[in-house]
């Protein structure tokens, strides 16, 4: 017998003042049974440090046609593809294509990503930017994290201030450059 994806919730308190986003968030988060923590926590930052109207987790893993979080329009047409983990160059050519604007967060190590999409073809390659965090910060919040969860989370010039069920915990959001 298959297992069933496992559910989470998340209240969150988001204040992005980078962005002047603040927010109150009720989120229901699926992880399948193949999805590590550290890349569920990831997927659910991605979503908070992109936060703005359209917005919306994919049906992920069983959804190979589209990236972890997308953000339509009123239209529904896409506008930003966001990918999460380590999606390969041919994921994101294709990805830049159909968006305005492409975002990567990852939880694994930034460079050996960047070593393996170089000199591959990447659609806009120079638009799209790389997010990761402090070493050990996702690993160390990912020992917060249970099935109900209150997090606030605050950025304020670059830096990720997270309160993940009373464990406080703070990283940069580290930039690469695709090229």
Do not use: C
């Amino acid at each position: 017998m298959a297992l069933g994806a496992l559910i989470h919730t998340f209240t969150v308190q988001l204040a992005d003042m980078d962005r002047g986003v603040y927010e109150d968030l009720m989120l229901r988060v699926a992880r399948h049974p193949s999805e590590t923590d550290a890349y569920m926590l990831t997927r659910v930052l991605a979503y908070l440090l992109e936060y703005e109207e359209g917005i919306a987790f994919s049906e992920g893993i069983s959804s190979t046609d589209e990236p972890a979080v997308v953000v339509r329009d009123l239209t529904g047409t896409l506008t930003a593809w966001i990918e999460v983990g380590a999606p390969d160059a041919a994921r994101l050519h294709h990805g830049s294509k159909l968006a305005a604007r492409v975002a990567i967060y990852t939880h694994r190590d930034p460079a050996k990503l960047l070593a393996a999409w170089e000199g591959k073809t990447i659609h806009r390659a120079e638009d799209i930017t790389l997010r990761s965090f402090d070493a050990g910060f996702i690993d160390a919040a990912v020992a917060a994290i249970e099935r109900r969860n209150e997090l606030t989370v605050t950025v304020t010039e670059g830096q990720l201030y997270l309160d993940v069920n009373g464990t406080n915990l703070s990283s940069s959001i580290l930039q690469h450059p695709l090229r």
